[in-house]
């Protein structure tokens, strides 16, 4: 039964509705929350003059096109041979209270949650869009960290306030490469009308830019650059249309301010660390040996040159950014960043210290962000206490701050979750009805069932299934990730370049079906190094290890009896064949009826049968192995011990150890076999010549009847055993 219509199928809107309702993500405020927020803006500046003013800094907001919430402003100076820089962050703690029905509702979201048309915000509109916003041109409360910085950018200083700011220009990223890479074009001509002075100040801010990048790239740094998806939405008749999708470009201004945040980062959680305030910190645990040396390993069978270290120190971690760096702008930097980027642990908050490791940072943490992740506000109240400024009620500590950690980690995997989804949704929109079209791409995934492939100019996968592959068994190699035919000897690994064909779109289980095309030559293009075309597997041979069609020279066949293997080497043809995976030898009856008749005919067959099966017997069976285990006679103790053979069976005396081998000893000339059977036991005579019976007091035999008074004794035990334990018997 169908509880509600919500509309049509291929609808950007509804696909973005079905994403937040699968990953539970909270849309509407309640209205106390939206109450609260409300007050919390419209409450005047009291303390103004308790602020530290910074509306005299030409601080300026860097974002993308779209973006509607600024929270970080920057501004870069030179001091002589040193830096500085400034970092303003909207002061949300001021406004955000512990405690509260605001806060709450800011800590169950977690952080803000970003989708192609629309965005599901941590905090309400009147805050992260109003107050909370470093709107140009307005007066804003901040949480400011001031460094000096040497020329190779390590920290001399650092200074922290609550300031009052006022933002010179709201720049996107594409303007600020513009005016960096054409000082005397357009865009800079336009910074500079609207700010003078700014264009300077972004030269500068390059320069420390570059710096900071080395320093991190010294240290040991990761830098990842796979492709981020950016779609391309359109209204249409009152339903939204996903137009196009392309990769979002990451240009130089992209890292400028990622290199100032990360700095400022640093900056904060060392600060707060020093004064052991209770923060959260971002910790991203380094990989383990096992993963480095299956990146490792993977990573020997890429094309490309690559400076990868001796197998005996590929679990140290110490050579992977000069892999990254190597493969940087090459053809095999897809597949380098992707095999790394699977081998790395998830980076995650915690109260305690454990380093960064794809940063290369000792101690860091989140600040520069806290209208969009509650861990920021956390750390910004933590600030504000070791500031001695008014927090608003206590900091979280102990189990809780715990619980604030987990909690952010869990709202960070939805977020993350959520977005994935919403791309293969829209993924999936933008190639409906176009069934039958032909594509480029990257095989970006390789799994034993088949390989994923990245189309190009567009950041979409599709999955392509073994079983479209042909008539072949394809072996997975982990190692290399490599689907390889085994009769053909057609791969398909990492990175390879493939044409594949649409075969379908289902839009409601998320899945792009795609179906691999042959070369112009009818061949799979990736074959085997040292030969185009794979070599074909030999013919399997006949019944009797020949092929049916061999013939001699001159066109006529070798004679039938020259057709039979005489020797054990090779295999039939039957065989041979089943060895291939799938493949099960067929049993002939006739042959193994022949068998079978041979193996019991006999020219004596008949006469006497008794005397002729026990020679047959004596003669076919082989009586030289020896069986494994056999049973032996109760020690002394009680005890089952298992029989040596004959030649090393040693009689124990009366301490236990083991002395001479008795049978060989003491047996007579007379006392041989006789057809077959032992004679009758005679009495065994020790060294000192006083006649005793071989076993010991207390011998038990080895069967007896466990029911009834009447039991059935060995006969030679009757003559071993004693005659006092007799008469107590009788």
Known sequence: TALASLGIENDAKLQEDLTKLNNLIPTAFPDNVVAEAEAAAAAPFDDADKLTDLRGEMLVTIDGEDARDFDDAVCVSREGENWRLLVAIADVSHYVRPRTALDREARERGNSYYFPMSVEPMLPEVLCNGVCSLRPNEERRCMAADMTLDKDGHLLDSRFVNGLMVSRARL???????????????????????????????????????????????QGGLDFDLPEAEFVVEEQNGTSRVAGIRNRQRLFSHRLIEAFMVRANEAVAEFLTKKNAPLLYRVHPSPGPDRLEDLYRSLRYCEADLPLPKAAKASVPTWLPHVLEAAAETDQAFVVNRLALRSMMQARYSPEEDGHFGLASSCYCHFTSPIRRYSDLVNHRALRYVLGLDTGGPIPVGHKLLEAAEQCNSREKVATDAEREIGRRMGCLLLQGRTGEYFGGVISGVMNFGFFVELDNMPVEGMVRVETLGRDYYVYDEERQELRGEHT?????????????????????????????????????????????????????????????????????????????????????????????????????????????????????????????????????????????????????????????????????????????????????????????????????????????????????RFEKKHGDDRLWNAESELNEPQKDREDRA
């Open 172 to 218: 996107t990223y594409r303007e600020v490469q513009a005016a960096l890479e054409d000082p005397e074009g357009e865009e800079a001509a336009g910074i500079e009308e609207r700010a003078p002075g700014v264009c300077t100040m972004l030269e500068e801010a390059a320069e420390l830019a570059d710096i900071l990048m080395e320093r991190r790239r010294r």
């Open 489 to 701: 000897g057609e791969a398909f690994r990492l990175g390879q370049r493939v044409t594949v064909k649409l075969a379908g779109v289902h839009v409601g289980r998320l899945e792009i079906d795609l179906e691999y095309q042959k070369d112009d030559e009818g061949r799979r293009p990736f074959r085997r190094k040292d030969d185009d075309r794979a070599p074909r597997r030999p013919r399997p041979e006949g019944k009797f290890g020949k092929r049916h069609d061999d013939r001699e020279e001159g066109g006529f066949k070798k004679p039938f009896a020259s057709r039979f293997r005489k020797d054990d080497e090779g295999r039939g043809g039957r065989r041979a064949f089943a060895d291939r995976k799938g493949f099960r030898p067929r049993f002939d009856k006739k042959d193994d009826e022949l068998a079978r008749q041979r193996r019991y005919a006999s020219e004596s067959w008949g006469g006497d049968e008794e005397q002729q099966e026990r020679r047959s017997f004596h003669e076919e069976r082989d009586f030289s192995r020896k069986p494994r285990f056999e049973r032996s006679d109760r020690r002394d103790d009680g005890e089952r011990s298992f029989r040596k053979p004959f030649g090393q069976r040693f009689e124990r005396d009366g301490e236990g150890h083991e002395g001479r081998p008795f049978r060989k000893e003491f047996r007579k000339d007379g006392d041989e076999r006789e057809g077959g059977f032992k004679k009758p036991f005679k009495p065994r005579f020790h060294s000192d010549g006083e006649e005793r019976p071989f076993r010991e007091h207390g011998f038990k035999p």
